[in-house]
């Protein structure tokens, strides 16, 4: 299966002609960790959740690392029924990525095209600029919330927005 590396992603974003920011900084494994590296940098630090629902149904939730997830709301908003955190190997195989590196890039790895991809929207409400590990925990991106929508379609995706409280 072809990965979708860190070298990869950067060139699908300059392909599509997205324009981006980048810090690289050492191997981060937490969002705290992550975020003292890019402190004072303008944009979103978000959280990526890949979840897993009954009959293998995944979701990848991209809101406000802040915010915490309401599983329960989560359900209730999107139909989803059993919803819990996906298991390390089911965000291997459909994703091709590891806890701590989650993030939309890793769509390009989802070969099955099962993902649906909902965007908390009171994280695009106060925000233009959000912030991922682009499918690795050494480098932070910064990108446009429509710059990210745009790749995001072209990964063959309809992203979502869901109002979480």
Known sequence: ???????????KLDQLEIKY???DHPAAE???????YIEGREGVRTKTMFLKGKKKHFYLVILDDKKPMN???FEELTGAK???????????EQLGSVAGVV???GLMNNEAHNVQVYFDKEMLDEDPI???HPNVNTHTIFIKTTDLMKFIKEQGYEPKIIDLK
């Open 21 to 23: 920011g980048m810090v």
């Open 30 to 36: 937490t969002t705290e960790e992550a975020d003292k």
């Open 71 to 73: 599983f329960k709301e």
């Open 130 to 132: 959000l912030t991922f």
């Open 103 to 105: 993030s939309p890039f």
């Open 1 to 11: 299966m072809a990965m979708g590396t860190y070298e990869q992603v950067i060139k």
């Open 82 to 92: 059993r919803v819990s955190m996906a298991r390390p190997d089911d965000l291997k």
